[in-house]
């Protein structure tokens, strides 16, 4: 008897061999002697002494293959044994059929192996879209995280306006009722103090994206291009980087100052104070003089703006100081256009009602990005652009239906009554988690669960439902086909090797 897997079955120095399962040694020319001597049934693979052991056929021509050794001489001619060697002769004689069924064998997988191939590439094609996808996906997120920051700044910048606005309306109203209150709270600068946080937070990104932007260039530009332009904007780079260290030093200053500044703050209760119109007024003035905490505003942000201009290249810098110079969306109640305080007030409650919806609306839309950025695609993200994607299969009675990721439907031919089946949950497979599909929580069975689907996808060039069987009460099981579990040759042996090692076990053919 021809062994294929001769390794295993070399002698010992001494001339012994020893079973598969390390029971016993046994001499070697007791291998195949139609004598069962190792528990496992080892030594014999090409006879039907040992009842549990295993059959090896040889197969030339086609695919070598085991069998069970009780099927030997069964009077059945095996089918995994093309060559016929599982019958000897006594009972009934097997022709070989080894070289037309190995021809058959192969044509079928040169098929395969060109089917698998176009669903290979078509797979690559949903994955290349895919990452082009997360790559839109993050440059929007960025984006957003931006923007909200600049809404929110201007969104403090009305909501110390529209405070600066109710503090004065609120004034002159108890002043002209002479109210009895002889208690006055100096205006908070809480929402001020916050606004120059910002402020300060957006400069200092805007240097390190401009740095980014910058050193990108410088390393990647082609150094055989003689662009003037771009050799003044990385000598202007050059300079820029040798002193971004103290920027970003004189940004943290400042921030610090803020923060003690913050601090300080406190409410003023003045409980002396004279009610009498006239002090009131020249109480007012001396403070509209000074107005401390907008001109520490302007003086910090303005040295910011000011150091900025000198140290940036004048390549980049155009437009961007104008950008960051903060601005007043407000007119000063006390603008000649803008005489009446009420009419302000109107106006500037309108614009924070507006900058809150403009915020909330960026900060759902941050919301639904990240979402997506952190849904399980498949592990190259090979079904983001299969999403919602639909397919259908008419069974007679009934026309089938599954979107990926989607939901899944069953439609009566009769009536085009449609029934929800299920909506997907997870992915679920065994061997290769994303090539089994689990949709639930259908539309409840008469008397009976909520209907479900199982689908079990196997590599396809396109989208396809195969057939649909319900093994079990509302349980429907789909086949289908799709690239996107296509996977080449080389990772599928691999994958094969895989699980034959960790179970163990050889193939196996048994009769039914």
């Given at each position: 008897m021809q062994l294929v897997e001769f390794d295993l079955y070399q002698p010992s120095k001494d001339g012994t061999w020893t079973c598969l399962d390390g029971s016993k040694a046994i001499p070697h020319a007791a291998i195949n002697d139609d004598y069962c001597d190792c528990s496992d049934g080892s030594d014999e693979p090409g006879t039907s002494a040992c009842p549990n052991s295993l059959f090896y056929c040889v197969n030339e021509g086609h695919i070598p293959a085991y069998i069970k050794s009780y099927a030997v001489n069964d009077g059945v001619c095996d089918d995994a044994c093309c060559d016929g060697s599982d019958e000897n002769g006594e009972l009934i004689s097997c022709p070989n059929r080894c070289k037309q069924v190995g021809e058959i064998y192969r044509?079928?997988?040169s098929s395969l192996k060109k089917s698998t191939e176009a669903g290979l590439n078509a797979k690559r094609q949903l994955v290349e879209d895919a990452q082009k996808q997360i790559a839109l996906w993050e440059e929007e997120q960025t984006k957003l995280e931006d923007e909200i920051i600049l809404t929110k700044s201007n969104l403090l910048r009305l909501q110390r306006e529209l405070q600066d606005l109710e503090s004065?309306?609120?004034?002159?109203?108890?002043?002209k009722g002479n109210s009895s209150s002889n208690k006055v709270k100096c205006k908070s600068s809480s929402l001020e103090v916050a606004t120059l946080k910002h402020d300060i937070v957006i400069l200092k990104k805007e240097l390190n994206v401009l740095k980014s932007i910058l050193g990108d260039m410088k390393?990647?530009?082609?150094?055989?291009?003689?662009?003037?332009?771009?050799?003044?904007?990385?000598?202007?780079?050059?300079?820029?980087?040798?002193?971004?260290?103290?920027?970003?030093?004189?940004?943290?200053?400042?921030?610090?100052?803020?923060?003690?500044?913050?601090?300080e703050e406190e409410d003023i209760d003045v409980d002396d104070v004279d009610n009498?119109?006239?002090?009131?007024?020249?109480?007012?003035?001396?403070?509209?003089?000074?107005?401390?905490?907008?001109?520490?505003k302007h003086s910090v942000v303005d040295m910011v703006l000011e150091k900025l201009d000198s140290i940036l290249p004048s390549a980049l810098k155009n437009g961007l100081l104008d950008k960051l110079q903060p601005k007043n969306v407000v007119t000063n109640a006390n603008d000649d256009t803008m005489s009446d305080e009420k009419a302000a007030l109107e106006n500037t409650r309108k614009?924070?009602?507006?900058?809150?919806?403009?915020?909330?609306?960026?900060?759902?839309?941050?919301?639904?990005?990240?979402?997506?950025?952190?849904?399980?695609?498949?592990?190259?993200?090979?079904?983001l652009k299969l999403k919602d994607v639909c397919i259908e299969k008419d069974e007679g009675e009934y026309t089938y239906s599954l979107c990926f990721l989607g939901d899944a439907y069953q439609?009566?031919?009769?009536?085009?009554t449609r029934t929800h089946l299920g909506k997907f949950a997870k992915f679920?497979?065994?061997?290769?988690?994303?090539?089994?599909?689990?949709?639930?929580?259908?539309?409840?069975?008469?008397?009976?669960?909520?209907r479900s689907v199982k689908a079990?996808?196997?590599?396809?060039?396109?989208?396809?439902?195969?057939?649909?069987?319900?093994?079990?009460?509302?349980?429907?099981?789909?086949?289908?086909?799709?690239?996107?579990v296509c996977k080449s040759v080389a990772d599928a042996e691999k994958e094969e090797t895989i699980q034959k090692d960790s179970n163990g076990k050889k193939p196996v053919h048994e009769e039914l």
């Open positions: 044509k079928e997988q004065r309306t609120a004034g002159s109203t108890s002043k390393r990647d530009h082609n150094h055989n291009f003689h662009d003037m332009a771009v050799k003044s904007a990385i000598s202007g780079y050059d300079e820029f980087v040798t002193r971004f260290t103290s920027i970003e030093a004189i940004i943290d200053d400042n921030l610090e100052n803020i923060n003690s500044h913050d601090d009498d119109d006239e002090t009131d007024t020249e109480a007012e003035a001396p403070n509209e003089e000074k107005s401390p905490q907008i001109e520490g614009l924070v009602r507006e900058a809150e919806d403009q915020v909330n609306t960026l900060n759902n839309g941050l919301e639904r990005l990240k979402k997506d950025l952190s849904t399980d695609y498949g592990v190259d993200k090979e079904w439609k009566s031919n009769k009536d085009s679920d497979g065994s061997d290769d988690l994303y090539k089994v599909h689990i949709h639930s929580h259908g539309t409840r069975c008469w008397n009976g669960p909520e079990t996808i196997e590599c396809g060039l396109n989208n396809e439902i195969l057939d649909v069987s319900e093994p079990e009460k509302c349980e429907y099981h789909f086949r289908m086909l799709s690239p996107a």
